[in-house]
Every structure is written in C-alpha cells, then in structure tokens.
C-alpha cells in the first residue's frame, strides 16, 4: 500500500473507531468560523484550537486577459465563502519521488488543484479575538518555478499554536506564467510586467494581509516575512521593490540566492518558449493557449530539468524575476537596493550541506572527490581544497566534504555580501549556518537543503528529520523560539539559544545551531571564504558546478 493510501485508511479507521461521545464531543465544538474581509465573509474551520482558513482568495484569476498582467483585484462577493480547502496552485510539473532528495522531502505532494486561479493564501491563528499578533508570512520554495504554499512542510497550524503568531503561506504565479519577459521580444506596453507578475502578486498578498489580517487576531504593523531557497529570493525581490515598501517589519531569508535574471537572459528563455509553442509572436493567441501547453513546451526546452536532480543535457532556460528597469533598476544584492530596505531587521543564512540536495553520488570516494575538487578550485588548488576540508571536518564522507564544497563556494559569498553590505548601511543582520545533520537515510545527506524549514514551523514528524523525535522535538522548540521572537520583536534573542548578535563585518557574528550545542561564533566560516575568494581571482572561476 502507498503512502497516501495508507494515511487515508488510517485516517478513516480513526474515526471509525471513535467512541459515539467522543464524535458528540468534537461536533458539538464551535468548528465553524466567520470572519469579515474587504471583499466579504469566509467561513473557516477550528482543528485543536486554531483557526484555519484555506484558499483565501487576494486577486482575480491569472487566466486569459489577466495572464502575464499584473495582479487584479478580487470581485466582492455576497453571502459566505467557504475556506475550507486549499485554493489552486500554479500549473506546474512536479519534482519526482524516485529522486532521493525529492522523496525526502516529500516535495510531490501538494494540495489543491492545479489553475490560473491561484491568487490564494493560507492563514492559522490562535485566536479571532483582535489581540494584534506577529504575523509571520511565508513564501515557498520550489525556485520560482515549482511548489506550493500548501504543502505538507509549511502547514502553519503548530508554529501559530506553539508561538501564538499568525501563520500566512501564499500561493502566486510560477515560471513562465509569471516570469516572462515580452517587453524585449517587442510585446505591447500592457505586457511591460510580465516578467515580475509572480513577484507583484507576492506584493499584493501583502496588501491583503495589511487590509485584513486585523480581523484574524493578528497586527498588520508586526509582519516578518521569511521563505526558503526559492522563497528566500522572493523576499529578497520583495525586500527590492517600491510597492512592498511599509507591509513587512521583519525577514529571514534561508538558502536563497539573490539573483535576477538579465534582461537579455529572459528575452533569450521566453524567445525559447515562443519557437517551441509555434506561434510566433502572436502576443493574444499567447493568453488563449492552455496552461498545459505552456508546461508543455517549458518541459521541452528543459526549463524544469533540475527538479529531476540529474545535470542537465542542455543549457537551462530561465523563467525568474528580471533587472527589468521597472520594479528592479539595480541588482537585489546591490547596496543601492539593499538600502531601500537596511531599516528592517533580517535573518540570513544557510545549511552547512545545502548544496547537496541534487546530487546522487553517495558513493563518492576520495579518487572522486580529487576530481571534484579539480573541477571546482582548478587542478592548481584541487589539493588544497581537499585537506581543507578533510581538516576541518574529519569524520565527513566524500559525499558531505563535496557537498560542503559547493555550499561554500556557490553559497556562502551571497550570504557574506548581504551581511556586509547591510552592516556597512547600519541594518540589523542576524547571521546563521545550520549544522545538525538529516537523520533520515542514515544521515548520508548531513545538514541538507531545507533541513531548517520543518522545524521552524514547529514541523517534528517530517521524514527529512527521521521522524519525531526528543531530538527533533527540542530543534524545533529552538527554532521556532527565535524566528517567533524575531517576528515579535525584531530580535531573535530568547531563552531558547544562546545570545545571538548581529553581524558586523570585522567579528562576523554567526549562530552555529546543531545539537546539542548551538553557539555564536565569530567568522566560522573564515578559511573556506578566504580559499573561495581567492579561487575566483584565478583561472578556476569558470569551473562549473558537478551535480
């Protein structure tokens, strides 16, 4: 039996089993609520004591005239809408379960059907009783062309239970539906945002929660956002532009990179797409065509070839926010866009092993990682590189010490510019590397991609952390403590951790968190950036990344 089907029966023995007074018990609590919005009523559910609204609607439908336009509002309804179940995702493919970072995290399984109309957000609160709670508001990863906020590893319930936050995860626009850049290819002035539709949308769900969140218990002038890979570059692009300005008071941004793609880069991809689909430049019969045929043709010129985890065959077309001289006029990581927002107190960081997620090659030996080496610092350093690593972590397989490899040199200098340069403007910046190991799959995937998310929603019984556990239960006590107080209070110092500084570019404050020990640390990071560094002054700076 599957794992679906299993939960399903089991879910349905549960309440078969169920003594008639305890199902008395449970029908007769008040399980429906109703809450006011500026477009009309939801009604939601109540599960253990937190309000849950599903598929809350924060724009129109994406689908034809609105496709690649900027988001539109949602039209008033009469009577009471149901919240009951997630809303649509953006067409997508999905990553594979054969892949073995895909089945550990899970990330095939998302709820909700696929549609344009996907202009929807999730919200769990404590309480509809106007007590101005932190809202904490997350953007999913996936890139910016796969996922969902309604999977599995960001349901909000326990995070709102355990913190006593309001929980917001946002569904928007992906790859080319909602980065795509026609303003080059000679489109009309009415498609100038179709290549950051994706990224206006996240601003718009912004605008909702600053117009309504009041009415679900939480305070819409104490909003952190925060995501993860993918995610992590949503807040970085919504931290750039002007239309976000004043709706968020906090973020975190965990293994993200900030990068846009160039004007000449989209304008390439979406040139791609166009010869692939047949239809010219035939901007109307673009907005017609089924959302199938957009994945379609993205599958068949390779757009989604990284989320099977092998390298792939061809050059990667990329469908992701663009420099477009419009809501971005300078590079996300520039000091200039970075000071737009060096007010706002920020988390960033990243797992020591995030780098290894695509990667299969378990049995890499120390014959391979020679090669590794030589492929990434040049077969002038490849030696160096090695003993490096092997120095400072002696008990890693190949495997970890290549994977740590690549995290410190694809990684680590986007995380150690936005420190330094937001510490240059006089912004506060909270510094952390994840270190505590995946206890799935006898830990052959160390301190992974995305080791971090699950327990900062207060998430025990995902299998990217082996299962529930003291040890994960205690992580997750530790993370979610500090984000919610970071939420809270613009700080994540609380009782959970040991006092957590902010980053300055002469000590290098950086939150060492594993288990047992979580310990602040100045510049533990040091020889693999000094080695990085100097790498990319040489020869071996175009060395491509193995996957």
Request: hydrophobic share 40%; aromatic share 8%.
């Amino acid at each position: 039996m599957d794992r679906r089907n299993f939960l399903a029966t089991a879910g349905a023995a549960s309440l078969a089993a169920m003594p008639s007074r305890g199902m008395a018990q449970l029908l007769n609590k008040p399980f429906y609520q109703v809450v006011e919005t500026t477009a009309g009523k939801l009604r939601g559910i109540t599960v253990d004591g937190i309000f849950q609204f599903r598929g809350v609607p924060y724009g129109a439908s994406t689908a034809g005239a609105n496709r690649f336009m900027p988001p539109q509002p949602v039209a008033p309804w009469s009577g009471i809408r149901d919240a009951y179940g997630y809303g649509e995702i953006s067409p997508q493919p999905y990553s594979s379960p054969s892949h073995p970072f895909g089945n550990l995290i899970d990330f095939d399984l998302h709820a909700g059907a696929m549609g344009e109309d996907c202009l929807n957000l999730n919200v769990w609160t404590p309480g509809l009783d106007g007590a101005k709670r932190p809202v904490i508001v997350y953007f999913h990863g996936g890139g910016l062309s796969t996922g969902s906020g309604n999977h599995d590893l960001y349901i909000g319930d326990r995070l709102a239970r355990f913190a006593d936050v309001v929980v917001v995860t946002v569904n928007h626009r992906l790859s080319a539906l909602g980065y795509i850049n026609l303003t080059d290819l000679g489109a009309p002035a009415e498609y100038a945002d179709a290549g950051n539709a994706g990224i206006l949308d996240l601003a718009q769900s912004l605008e909702w929660v600053r117009d309504n969140i009041a009415g679900f218990g939480g305070n819409p002038g104490n909003v952190m956002i925060f995501g993860q890979s993918g995610g992590g570059t949503k807040v970085g692009a919504v931290m750039g532009m002007e239309r976000a300005r004043g709706l968020y008071h906090s973020a975190a941004i965990q293994s993200g990179s900030l990068d846009l793609a160039s004007r000449e880069d989209s304008a390439a991809a979406a040139e791609q797409l166009l010869k692939a689909l047949g239809i010219g430049k035939d901007w109307a019969k673009l907005q017609q065509l089924p959302p199938e045929a957009l994945i379609e043709a993205q599958l068949s010129i390779g757009t989604f070839d990284w989320i099977s985890g092998k390298p792939p065959t061809r050059p990667q077309p990329q469908f992701t926010a663009v420099l477009d001289g419009r809501t971005f006029t300078a590079p996300l990581a520039d000091p200039a866009t970075l000071r737009k927002s060096a007010h706002i107190p920020l988390i960033v960081g990243y797992c020591k092993d995030d780098a290894g997620w695509p990667m299969t090659n378990f049995d890499l030996t120390d014959t391979g990682l020679q090669q590794v080496a030589v492929e990434l610092a040049g077969s002038e350093r490849a030696a160096e590189a090695v003993q490096l690593y092997t120095e400072h972590y002696p008990n890693a397989s190949p495997f970890l010490l290549q994977a740590a490899m690549l995290t410190d040199r694809d990684l680590l200098p986007a995380v150690t510019a936005v420190a330094e340069r937001r510490a240059a403007l006089g912004g506060k910046t909270y510094v952390y590397r994840f270190d505590w190991p995946s206890q799935a799959m006898n830990g052959v995937f160390g301190a992974v991609h995305g080791m971090d998310m699950c327990l900062v929603f207060h998430i025990t019984h995902q299998a990217t952390l082996g299962g529930d556990t003291p040890v994960s239960r205690e992580m997750a006590d530790k993370m979610a403590t500090a984000w919610a107080s970071f939420a809270r209070t613009g700080d994540p110092n609380s009782n959970a951790m040991p006092a957590w500084e902010a980053y300055d570019a002469t000590q290098r404050q950086t939150m060492v968190i594993n288990h047992p020990r979580q310990r602040l640390v100045d510049d533990p990071n040091g020889p693999f950036r000094l080695f990085w560094d100097d790498v990319a002054k040489g020869p071996a700076k175009t060395a491509k990344r193995k996957k």
